[in-house]
Protein backbone atom coordinates (compact mmCIF):
# COMPACT_ATOMS: atom_id res chain seq x y z
CA UNK A 1 0.00 0.00 0.00
CA UNK A 2 1.08 4.06 -0.46
CA UNK A 3 3.47 4.85 2.14
CA UNK A 4 3.70 8.72 3.59
CA UNK A 5 4.29 10.90 0.34
CA UNK A 6 6.60 13.85 0.72
CA UNK A 7 6.93 16.96 -1.13
CA UNK A 8 8.69 18.55 -2.93
CA UNK A 9 11.58 16.27 -2.57
CA UNK A 10 13.97 18.62 -2.88
CA UNK A 11 13.90 21.95 -2.60
CA UNK A 12 16.28 25.09 -3.37
CA UNK A 13 15.24 28.65 -2.55
CA UNK A 14 17.03 32.11 -1.79
CA UNK A 15 17.48 33.41 1.86
CA UNK A 16 14.05 35.16 2.89
CA UNK A 17 12.00 33.76 0.69
CA UNK A 18 8.35 31.25 1.81
CA UNK A 19 8.88 27.68 1.17
CA UNK A 20 5.83 25.38 2.13
CA UNK A 21 6.64 21.42 2.42
CA UNK A 22 3.62 19.11 2.30
CA UNK A 23 2.95 15.96 4.01
CA UNK A 24 0.62 12.70 3.01
CA UNK A 25 0.14 10.41 5.49
CA UNK A 26 -1.10 6.86 5.25
CA UNK A 27 -4.71 6.95 4.62
CA UNK A 28 -6.49 6.36 7.99
CA UNK A 29 -3.47 7.48 10.04
CA UNK A 30 -4.86 10.17 12.58
CA UNK A 31 -1.41 11.04 13.96
CA UNK A 32 1.20 12.64 12.08
CA UNK A 33 4.64 14.05 13.18
CA UNK A 34 6.67 16.30 11.59
CA UNK A 35 10.83 16.22 12.29
CA UNK A 36 14.30 17.98 11.25
CA UNK A 37 17.26 16.26 10.11
CA UNK A 38 20.43 18.25 10.12
CA UNK A 39 24.15 17.71 10.17
CA UNK A 40 24.95 19.67 13.27
CA UNK A 41 21.57 18.38 15.04
CA UNK A 42 20.72 14.97 14.30
CA UNK A 43 16.84 14.38 14.25
CA UNK A 44 14.97 16.79 16.13
CA UNK A 45 10.81 16.51 16.73
CA UNK A 46 9.26 19.92 15.52
CA UNK A 47 5.13 19.21 16.05
CA UNK A 48 2.72 16.33 16.25
CA UNK A 49 -0.90 16.49 15.14
CA UNK A 50 -3.71 14.51 16.30
CA UNK A 51 -6.47 14.80 13.65
CA UNK A 52 -6.11 18.41 12.84
CA UNK A 53 -4.75 19.81 16.25
CA UNK A 54 -1.75 20.37 17.59
CA UNK A 55 -1.22 18.76 20.68
CA UNK A 56 2.76 19.41 21.06
CA UNK A 57 4.32 22.46 18.96
CA UNK A 58 6.91 22.69 21.56
CA UNK A 59 9.76 22.00 18.55
CA UNK A 60 9.57 24.41 16.09
CA UNK A 61 12.25 26.30 16.78
CA UNK A 62 10.79 30.03 16.05
CA UNK A 63 7.98 31.52 15.20
CA UNK A 64 8.99 31.55 11.43
CA UNK A 65 7.80 27.86 11.38
CA UNK A 66 4.21 26.84 11.21
CA UNK A 67 2.28 23.85 10.12
CA UNK A 68 -1.69 23.14 9.78
CA UNK A 69 -3.38 20.06 9.11
CA UNK A 70 -6.65 20.00 7.25
CA UNK A 71 -9.30 16.92 6.72
CA UNK A 72 -7.38 14.96 8.92
CA UNK A 73 -4.95 13.94 6.08
CA UNK A 74 -2.62 16.42 4.51
CA UNK A 75 -0.40 18.60 6.38
CA UNK A 76 1.72 21.72 4.85
CA UNK A 77 5.01 22.57 7.27
CA UNK A 78 5.57 26.75 5.90
CA UNK A 79 8.26 28.10 6.93
CA UNK A 80 8.42 32.38 6.63
CA UNK A 81 11.58 34.24 5.69
CA UNK A 82 14.37 31.30 5.46
CA UNK A 83 17.49 31.56 6.63
CA UNK A 84 20.71 29.50 5.75
CA UNK A 85 20.30 27.69 9.31
CA UNK A 86 16.68 26.46 8.01
CA UNK A 87 18.61 24.04 5.27
CA UNK A 88 18.14 20.76 6.66
CA UNK A 89 15.97 17.21 5.60
CA UNK A 90 12.45 17.86 6.61
CA UNK A 91 10.80 14.20 7.14
CA UNK A 92 7.23 13.51 7.93
CA UNK A 93 5.59 10.37 9.80
CA UNK A 94 2.34 9.05 10.05
CA UNK A 95 0.82 6.21 12.75
CA UNK A 96 -2.24 4.63 13.03
CA UNK A 97 -2.86 5.96 16.87
CA UNK A 98 -1.52 8.07 18.91
CA UNK A 99 -0.43 5.37 21.58
CA UNK A 100 2.85 5.66 22.94
CA UNK A 101 4.15 2.10 21.37
CA UNK A 102 2.77 3.21 18.18
CA UNK A 103 4.85 2.53 14.89
CA UNK A 104 6.04 5.66 12.84
CA UNK A 105 6.23 5.36 9.66
CA UNK A 106 8.30 7.94 7.67
CA UNK A 107 8.40 9.78 4.32
CA UNK A 108 11.51 10.40 2.18
CA UNK A 109 11.65 13.55 3.51
CA UNK A 110 12.23 17.11 1.48
CA UNK A 111 15.98 18.14 1.10
CA UNK A 112 15.66 22.07 1.87
CA UNK A 113 18.47 24.22 0.79
CA UNK A 114 18.63 27.52 1.48
CA UNK A 115 21.32 30.13 -0.62
CA UNK B 1 13.31 14.71 29.31
CA UNK B 2 14.29 11.46 28.25
CA UNK B 3 17.80 11.45 26.49
CA UNK B 4 19.62 8.49 23.88
CA UNK B 5 23.12 8.35 23.75
CA UNK B 6 24.75 6.32 20.74
CA UNK B 7 27.98 5.54 21.55
CA UNK B 8 30.40 5.64 17.95
CA UNK B 9 28.95 8.15 15.02
CA UNK B 10 30.67 5.29 12.62
CA UNK B 11 31.35 1.55 12.78
CA UNK B 12 33.04 -0.69 10.57
CA UNK B 13 32.67 -4.52 10.57
CA UNK B 14 33.62 -6.82 7.88
CA UNK B 15 31.00 -8.95 6.12
CA UNK B 16 29.76 -12.00 7.94
CA UNK B 17 31.27 -10.07 11.22
CA UNK B 18 28.70 -9.47 14.50
CA UNK B 19 27.45 -6.35 14.52
CA UNK B 20 27.17 -4.31 17.63
CA UNK B 21 25.35 -0.65 17.88
CA UNK B 22 25.67 1.07 21.38
CA UNK B 23 22.61 2.50 22.65
CA UNK B 24 22.24 3.85 26.24
CA UNK B 25 19.26 6.00 27.48
CA UNK B 26 18.56 7.82 30.53
CA UNK B 27 14.86 7.78 31.98
CA UNK B 28 13.14 8.50 35.47
CA UNK B 29 10.31 5.62 33.82
CA UNK B 30 10.44 2.80 32.10
CA UNK B 31 11.09 4.05 28.38
CA UNK B 32 9.67 3.23 25.32
CA UNK B 33 12.91 1.99 22.96
CA UNK B 34 12.94 2.08 19.15
CA UNK B 35 15.67 1.22 16.74
CA UNK B 36 15.61 2.96 13.05
CA UNK B 37 17.43 2.33 10.14
CA UNK B 38 18.14 4.86 7.49
CA UNK B 39 19.15 4.25 3.76
CA UNK B 40 20.59 7.29 1.74
CA UNK B 41 18.11 9.27 0.46
CA UNK B 42 15.21 7.65 2.47
CA UNK B 43 13.14 8.39 5.37
CA UNK B 44 13.77 6.16 8.63
CA UNK B 45 12.31 2.62 9.00
CA UNK B 46 11.42 0.52 11.80
CA UNK B 47 13.84 -2.00 13.00
CA UNK B 48 12.54 -3.17 16.24
CA UNK B 49 10.91 -1.98 19.33
CA UNK B 50 10.67 -2.46 23.01
CA UNK B 51 7.61 -1.55 25.09
CA UNK B 52 7.97 -3.69 28.65
CA UNK B 53 7.16 -6.82 27.02
CA UNK B 54 10.06 -9.15 26.47
CA UNK B 55 13.23 -7.45 27.01
CA UNK B 56 15.06 -9.30 24.05
CA UNK B 57 13.51 -7.90 21.24
CA UNK B 58 13.23 -9.84 17.51
CA UNK B 59 13.25 -7.11 14.81
CA UNK B 60 13.67 -7.38 10.58
CA UNK B 61 16.57 -8.14 8.52
CA UNK B 62 17.87 -10.40 11.54
CA UNK B 63 18.49 -7.84 14.12
CA UNK B 64 17.53 -7.68 17.67
CA UNK B 65 18.21 -5.55 20.62
CA UNK B 66 18.29 -6.35 24.24
CA UNK B 67 16.52 -3.97 26.87
CA UNK B 68 18.83 -3.86 30.10
CA UNK B 69 17.32 -1.92 32.92
CA UNK B 70 20.20 -1.95 35.01
CA UNK B 71 22.64 -1.03 32.44
CA UNK B 72 19.95 1.66 30.96
CA UNK B 73 21.26 0.30 27.49
CA UNK B 74 19.36 -1.19 24.36
CA UNK B 75 22.05 -2.64 22.39
CA UNK B 76 21.45 -3.36 18.50
CA UNK B 77 23.31 -6.80 17.43
CA UNK B 78 23.16 -9.01 13.82
CA UNK B 79 25.04 -12.30 14.28
CA UNK B 80 26.53 -11.75 10.45
CA UNK B 81 26.29 -8.35 8.65
CA UNK B 82 25.63 -8.32 5.37
CA UNK B 83 26.21 -5.49 2.54
CA UNK B 84 23.22 -4.03 2.28
CA UNK B 85 23.25 -3.44 6.24
CA UNK B 86 25.22 -0.48 5.53
CA UNK B 87 23.30 2.53 6.76
CA UNK B 88 22.55 4.52 9.22
CA UNK B 89 21.02 3.64 12.94
CA UNK B 90 19.09 5.68 15.15
CA UNK B 91 18.40 4.61 18.74
CA UNK B 92 14.91 6.58 19.81
CA UNK B 93 12.89 6.82 23.25
CA UNK B 94 9.60 7.89 23.77
CA UNK B 95 8.45 10.82 26.07
CA UNK B 96 6.02 13.71 26.38
CA UNK B 97 3.66 11.17 27.29
CA UNK B 98 2.66 10.79 23.22
CA UNK B 99 4.74 9.17 21.20
CA UNK B 100 6.63 11.70 19.95
CA UNK B 101 10.60 10.59 19.32
CA UNK B 102 13.78 11.58 21.20
CA UNK B 103 16.87 10.38 18.55
CA UNK B 104 19.99 9.57 19.32
CA UNK B 105 23.07 11.10 16.85
CA UNK B 106 23.15 7.98 15.03
CA UNK B 107 25.63 5.55 14.00
CA UNK B 108 27.07 4.66 10.94
CA UNK B 109 27.67 1.02 10.06
CA UNK B 110 30.06 0.46 7.06
CA UNK B 111 30.20 -2.75 5.94
CA UNK B 112 33.91 -4.13 4.11
CA UNK B 113 33.55 -7.37 1.49
Known amino acids: GAGVSQSPSNKVTEKGKDVELRCDPISGHTALYWYRQSLGQGLEFLIY????????KSGLPSDRFSAERTGGSVSTLTIQRTQQEDSAVYLC?????????????FGDGTRLSIL | AQSVTQLGSHVSVSEGALVLLRCNYS??????LFWYVQYPNQGLQLLLKYTSAATLVKGINGFEAEFKKSETSFHLTKPSAHMRDAAEYFC???????????FGKGTMLLVSP
Open chain 2, 27 to 32: SSVPPY
Open chain 1, 93 to 105: ASSLEEQISADQH
Open chain 1, 49 to 56: FQGNSAPD
Open chain 2, 92 to 102: AVSDRGYSTLT
